[in-house]
């Protein structure tokens, strides 16, 4: 019951803080969209009238999708390190019983719920405006979704750490945002090597669910265990990158300066 107070609260204040700044939300809801339309005017200018267009056309809005969710995930957890820091309530929050790592957690599962929301009106408008539909079987979808997110968590919290000791690392953001794109792109039927690598084999599991209507039992158990096995490696490996900076920075009394 105590765990379940503390996530009530977190979830509680994350919605706060999204409906208080409503318009900075709106703005970036427009903006993801605008980012969409740009690609698929062009996308459709060199592939339309070619053949499976439709196919093609379909897997772009799943993988975009996939990627503002990815986008969402792993800057959560740098974003808002950076911005206790700021702030200075970082070191209050390492005051905590529970620990700012645990929080943090709580903090990506409450989002996880509002994230949900953001992206239906994404996607909402994007249906309007392509006038494409997806298969949302939730049962098949929301597992997969939750396993890749789990990996992108783990480059959350490394880059979480190194915000705890270089404070800004905002072109660090920018490099793995556009290296998102291309490991959600990538051909993972074809090279082996980008199963092992984050998001590659989940983002390929729910386009098969979201573009070709396949349900989770009709996936190879090969594939969910490499998906499990690689998401909560990433995870764990991120989370030791986040514990050794958060020690180096506890030693260097870096956590109350910005």
Known sequence: MKYLRIFRAVLKKEFIIWRRYWFNSLGGLITLYFVFVLIFLGY????????????????????YLLWVFALLTYQEISYQTRQEAQEGT??????????YPFLTGLRLIAN???HIFFVGLLLAAII???????NFDLLSLLPLLVLTLVGIAGIGFLLGGLALIFKRIQSYLQIIQFALV??????????????LLPASLGASLLREV???DSHLLEIASRDLLTLTANSFAYLLLGYLVFK???RYAM???LLGHY
């Open 90 to 99: 970082l070191e209050q929050l390492y005051m905590s019983p529970f620990g």
């Open 251 to 253: 030693k260097q009394g």
């Open 44 to 63: 459709s200018g060199l592939a339309g009238g070619t053949p499976g267009f439709d196919d093609t056309l379909e897997s772009l809005i799943a993988g």
């Open 244 to 246: 050794l900076c958060e």
């Open 210 to 212: 979201l573009v070709y």
């Open 182 to 195: 291309g490991l959600i792109a990538a051909p993972v039927g074809r090279i082996e090597f980008f199963r």
């Open 128 to 134: 309007l405006t392509t006038g494409r539909t997806l």
């Open 112 to 114: 996880f719920f509002i």
